[in-house]
């Protein structure tokens, strides 16, 4: 079974950095395509932070700015959001997205981890 495990929420002060990491699991001819990060905060819709292609070709929403930056460790199946100058505005639950080729098919289908908690103090 393919399985994304988010770690790395926490409870930072405003100016502050987290660094998320999601674990991809599966099956030994599985294959990443796109991944993303997105965020769901109490009250807002689910919306994309930011995506990053299997070329290694970033994308990111207008609010971050320039403070985050989406990464890949293919090797070690694992995605990483790095964020600095955190603010109140980023407490959401990030959610890890990987499109993934379990089988190495070509067959591809989106995953979703459970998600972790960051939370910006003022």
């Known amino acids: 079974q393919v399985q994304l495990v988010e770690s790395g929420g926490g409870l930072v002060q405003a100016g502050g950095s987290l660094r998320l990491s999601c674990a991809i699991s599966g099956g030994a001819n599985l294959r990443i395509e796109n991944v993303g990060w997105y965020r769901q905060a109490p009250g807002n819709e689910r919306e994309l932070v930011a995506q990053?292609?299997?070329?290694?070709?970033?994308t990111y929403a207008d609010f971050v700015e320039g403070r985050f930056t989406i990464s890949r460790d293919n090797a070690k199946k694992t995605v990483y959001l790095q964020m600095v100058n955190l603010n109140p505005e980023d407490t959401a639950v990030y959610f890890c997205?990987?499109?993934?080729?379990?089988?190495?098919?070509?067959?591809?289908?989106?995953?979703w981890g459970q998600g972790t908690q960051v939370t910006v103090s003022p």
């Open positions: 997205q990987a499109f993934i080729d379990q089988f190495g098919d070509l067959e591809t289908r989106a995953y």
């Open positions: 990053l292609t299997n070329t290694r070709i970033a």
